[in-house]
């Protein structure tokens, strides 16, 4: 074995366990401070609003887990049997207003590139179709070519976001692009071909593929997960 790797393994491994000791040297100063200076009445109420947060962030995550996993996700259901096979799905959720001072910047040579991202976050685009080649197509080629899109436009109040509590999360916490991407897999699963995902704000790309073969991914790591594991062991 090269000594020199053996000697770098060493520095490694030196400067891990120097690293280790010291976090743990911190973290012990800093319990011990706080433990000896904050008063305990201060203490007390540090404490319990620890504890409402994450009793707060156990209750989100389940009421998230029972509203959002329970919805249909039926955004794009009417679109089901009347959109065009040989073209293009596109929809967006409906963008707020502008706030004030943004009402102006139409002209994309003056804008920043912080007012762009700003502007950017609130939208939700995405495109769905058959061919992967028609997604990565710009507006002009499409015109030339003749391929038909069907735009559809959400309001951000329609029912299928949910009651008010969910569309409040969607708005301010969550966004909607899950909930769009669900919808299209609604869209997805009449097909036999699953076709392909855009997310036109980001540019990822996605495919759609049949349940049973992801069921039979799941299947294949977990037999890997248990041959590794014996063999490990």
Known sequence: MDPTMDILHA????????????????FYKL????????????RSVIDKAMLAQALLCIFL??????????????????????????GILRAQVQPPPPPAGYEDL?????????????????????EYSLHYSFLRMDETLRTNLSIPVTNVTLDRSDACFGNFISRFL?????????????SFKRIAANVSNKGFLRNVVT????RFIDMWLN???????????????????
């Open 61 to 86: 995550l389940l009421y998230v887990h029972t509203a959002f996993l329970a919805s249909s996700s039926a955004c794009l259901d009417d679109q089901v049997d009347i959109w065009r096979r040989d």
């Open 31 to 42: 319990s011990l401070f706080y433990a000896t200076h904050v008063p305990k009445k201060a």
């Open 203 to 206: 540019g990822e790309h996605y």
């Open 11 to 26: 520095n490694d491994h030196m400067m891990a366990q120097t690293h280790i000791r010291l976090f743990h040297r911190l």
């Open 215 to 233: 069921k039979l991914n799941f299947l294949l790591s977990f037999i890997l997960m248990i041959t590794l594991t014996s063999v490990i062991s």
């Open 106 to 126: 139409t002209d994309e040579s003056t804008i920043t590139h912080a007012e762009k991202m700003y502007l950017l976050e609130d939208q939700y685009v995405m």
């Open 170 to 182: 969607l708005e301010h916490l969550f966004g909607y692009d899950d909930i769009l991407m669900s």
